[in-house]
């Protein structure tokens, strides 16, 4: 099994849609997570990180499951600008490396 | 001013040459990373340097040799470019910890043919 592991996509859904991604990961001690956006041919970028109760930022909304060890993305009244591949990230326990998933592609229609 | 910068942006080479990719940051950041992104677009640790000292050397051939002068610095050389070697190279920083997210460089593209 994958350290990390995402849907690949792509999700294509029309603007103003909201739209959720999962990503499961395999070391249950893991500690730290994080969500990335990354557009084509472009560096990744943080979006926001993943707190155990949950956090919201704007449209964004970030949970973690720790029982099911898994983290998930909501995004509200998805944008045009929304369209970009969504990396999760995980720190294994007793690491300092941050292990990325494969990525969600995002494709919103107009 | 560009927080985490990468030089070159692309290199295009042959099967066999030597190359180094170079990596600054003006975050006052403690520690510095190489990722590489495959065609696939799977990002994978190579190596990671906290205040100049080597923290993470992951299974990568010897043939790459991280350096770093200074906890602002990182730079990559590779020896015997072969094509499989081809991918973006990603140079990255943080604060250090496992709190902070990274802040990367805009990538080196590195063709080999």
């Known amino acids: 099994r994958k350290e990390v592991e995402q849907d690949p996509g792509p999700f294509n859904v029309p603007e103003g849609a909201t739209v959720a991604f999962n990503c499961t990961y395999s070391?249950?001690?893991?500690?730290?997570f994080f969500w990335y956006r990354q557009d084509c041919r472009k560096e990744p970028k943080l979006l926001m990180s993943?707190?155990?109760s949950g956090n919201e930022d704007g449209r964004f909304t970030a949970q973690l499951n720790r029982a099911s060890q898994y983290i998930s993305l909501l995004i509200r009244d998805s944008k045009l600008s929304d369209s970009a591949t969504y990396l999760c990230?995980?720190?294994?326990?007793?690491?300092?490396?941050?292990?990325f998933g494969t990525g969600t592609r995002l494709k919103v229609l107009a | 001013d560009t927080a985490v910068s990468q030089t070159p942006k692309y290199l295009v080479t042959q099967m066999g040459n030597d190359k180094s990719i170079k990596c600054e940051q003006n975050?006052?950041?403690?520690?510095m990373y190489w990722y590489k992104q495959d065609s696939k677009k799977f990002l994978k640790i190579m190596f990671s340097?906290?205040?100049?000292?080597?923290?993470i050397n992951e299974t990568v051939p010897n043939r790459f040799s991280p350096k770093s002068p200074d906890k602002a610095h990182l730079n990559l050389h590779i020896n015997s470019l072969e094509l499989g070697d081809s991918a973006v190279y990603f140079c990255?920083?943080?604060?250090?910890?496992?709190?902070?997210?990274?802040?990367f460089g805009s990538g080196t593209r590195l063709t080999v043919v």
């Open positions: 990255a920083s943080s604060p250090g910890g496992l709190l902070y997210g990274y802040t």
């Open positions: 070391n249950s001690a893991s500690q730290s």
């Open positions: 993943v707190y155990s």
């Open positions: 990230v995980v720190t294994p326990s007793g690491t300092y490396k941050y292990i």
């Open positions: 975050l006052g950041h403690d520690t």
């Open positions: 340097y906290n205040n100049k000292e080597l923290i």
